[in-house]
């Protein structure tokens, strides 16, 4: 008699047991897509862009050498200013003259006059328009032909090398986005003005030189400065958006799992267009009314038990 009321008790436990651990599993995890997060689609801008590096450089770097070797008696400018085509920029004795002005220092001011006035210094003139990026030499110094005495910049623009595998996307007068690393709270807006014809090999890769023009230049650009560019290749005002972990992207394609009130979500292909580092444009196969929810692997680290680790067992209380 003892015998079969202990086999009643120990069945009766074993099946409290079992209800227990599927009431356990289904509100863990078996309830379907009422434990998924769900997302709905938004219209937005997304744009596509092509990233890299490069450097601020002189468009058109021309250096301004004395035609004769001699002296510099005077520089009539300094660097950063803006100078016009056929200004004097700094007057030369010529060896000979300096020679002369230097015999009649030593005598009286009126044969020094003299001199000065009956052998001019040489000017040296700015070809070109633009701005004074270097002042090399200072009056009193002695130069020759092969001395760089002052550098002058047309425009200064941004010099960048685009990898062979997009510069197939990179098109003339596309916007960029300028983004200098000493001024990083400095944007600049530009455009691109030219793409090399001719490769350079940089780390084993193959690299095209493009030109950014910036449509302003600021005070704080630098020649020799790095800058971060941001080429926009295309542009979405208004595109159906999601999040890039809502999108599943395997051998057949992208899919996303709709979810519908009430059923457990369904896997549904769509047609995606461009993204960015958050999200990704779908061009067909979802509308804005619709659901999306998240894949069961963007959700696992949210689903680790409670502390206690079985349902069989009472948790301790919380002090």
Do not use: C
């Amino acid at each position: 008699m003892i015998g079969k009321r202990a086999i009643a008790i120990a069945v009766v436990v074993v099946a409290v047991i079992t209800g227990a651990f599927f009431i356990y599993r289904g509100r863990q995890g078996g309830g379907g897509d009422d434990s998924r997060q769900r997302i709905a689609p938004e219209y937005g801008s997304i744009r596509s862009v092509i990233s890299t590096s490069g450097t601020v450089q002189p468009r058109n770097r021309l250096e301004i050498k004395p035609p004769v070797n001699g002296r510099i008696e005077s520089i009539l400018v300094v660097e950063g200013r803006l100078v016009r085509k056929g200004q004097t920029l700094a007057l030369m004795s010529s060896t000979e003259r300096a020679a002369f002005i230097d015999v009649a220092r030593t005598q009286d001011a009126a044969t020094l006059k003299y001199w000065e006035d009956a052998y001019k210094p040489i000017p040296l003139i700015a070809p070109i328009g633009g701005t004074v990026i270097v002042r090399a030499v200072e009056p009193g110094q002695t130069v020759t032909t092969a001395t760089a005495v002052l550098v002058l910049s047309d425009r200064l623009i941004v010099k960048a090398e685009i990898d062979e595998t997009d510069i197939g996307r990179v098109r003339l007068g596309q916007s960029a986005a300028i983004q200098l690393d000493a001024h990083p709270d400095i944007r600049a807006q530009g455009r691109v003005s030219h793409i090399s014809f001719e490769s350079k090999t940089i780390n084993n890769v193959t690299m095209y030189e493009v030109e950014v023009v910036p449509e302003k230049i600021s005070a704080e650009f630098r020649s020799g400065m790095s800058a971060n560019i941001s080429i926009i290749e295309r542009v979405r005002d208004r595109a159906l958006l999601l999040p890039l972990e809502a999108v599943t992207i395997d051998e057949n394609g992208s899919s996303v799992l709709v979810a519908t009130e009430g059923t457990k979500p369904q896997r549904r292909a769509v047609t995606t267009g461009l993204s960015d580092d958050r999200n990704v444009e779908i061009v067909s196969g979802l509308s804005i009314d619709d659901r999306v929810a998240l894949p069961e692997k963007k959700r696992a680290a949210k689903q680790a038990p409670a502390r206690g680790g079985t349902p069989f067992l009472p948790s301790r209380p919380r002090r």
